[in-house]
């Protein structure tokens, strides 16, 4: 039987991954979004200091998060202006986080079949409680708005490079190693709590699928039940697998090259760093 403290904590996994995905954005609009954005724009104006700001994925991002509320998307553009501003994020993708890195691996250097980014993020080693009890909340917090902001990068570099018309990034999620102790402990909640926070706000609607694999059996458990109450879009959003390779590499290779996944997540590319 699942005790509450394990389904809370899955359930909090379920709500981040709702967090970050959502119909994908395409500047391709319609009519009652094209009329929402040309009465968004004017009053957000000043807020929009990138040029990547004024883009039309970027804005209507903000409005489907606000369920078309023009002047709650304009509060969501100014509050994540101030938190950007407040918090240095133009210059957090160069920030030298080596140690961190080290410690709680994750990678962004692959490409689906129509452009989008993967980020590949190996979870199961991440010790979120130790950094908790050591009071080193704050750094893991910082480096998840840069994992955050060098996902949104690369979603802008591969605009720019390719030209097509990509506005989010696909999650690999490697749970080998996972524990309850060390991701699941009451002092790792605001771990959680500033992810799901920070992507709701400052990313909306940033991510467009999830993958996770070797995933703990209570997981998948708690996925089953939860999966018939969520929207089409989310199901369709997220994939949850065990250890069989096999079932999750065919997930992969609906929209992944196997060369643009590293050897750790059932791909061959090579590790470059």
């Known amino acids: 039987m699942l005790n509450r403290e394990t389904i809370g904590f899955v359930c909090i996994i379920i709500t981040i991954f709702h967090s970050v995905r959502s119909d994908e954005v395409k ?27 004024a883009e039309d994925y970027y804005l209507v991002a903000f409005l489907r998060a606000s369920n078309m509320n023009i002047n709650e998307a304009a509060k ?23 140690e961190l890195h080290k410690r709680f691996p994750y990678y962004s250097d692959g490409i689906d079949i129509d452009g989008r980014p993967v980020v590949t993020w190996d979870y199961g080693r991440w010790d979120i409680r130790k950094m908790a009890l050591a009071g080193s909340m704050p750094q ?10 060098d996902a949104t990068t690369k979603v802008r570099d ?13 999650v690999i999620i490697d749970g080998h190693g996972f524990s309850l102790r060390t991701h699941g402990c009451l002092s790792c909640f605001p771990f959680y709590y500033a992810f799901i926070t920070h992507t709701d706000m400052y990313y909306p609607h940033s991510g467009y699928a999830v993958y996770m694999i070797n995933v703990p059996k209570v997981f998948e458990t708690v996925h089953n039940v939860i999966r018939p109450v969520m929207s089409p879009q989310i199901r369709d959003s997220m994939e949850i697998h065990g250890h069989n390779k096999d079932e999750w590499r065919r997930g992969f290779l609906k929209t992944i090259p196997l060369d643009q996944i590293r050897k750790q997540f059932g791909g061959t590319k090579v590790n470059i760093n």
């Open 27 to 53: 500047t391709k609009l319609k009519s009652s979004e094209k009329e929402a954005l040309e009465k968004l724009h004017p009053i957000v104006k000043e807020f929009l200091y990138r040029d990547f700001m």
């Open 76 to 98: 969501r553009v100014r509050v994540a202006h101030q938190w950007r501003i407040e918090n240095r994020i133009d210059g957090i993708v160069g920030e030298k986080m080596l």
């Open 140 to 149: 893991l917090v910082r480096y998840l708005d840069k994992i955050l902001e």
């Open 158 to 170: 591969q605009r720019n490079v390719t030209q097509k018309d990509v506005t989010q990034y696909i």
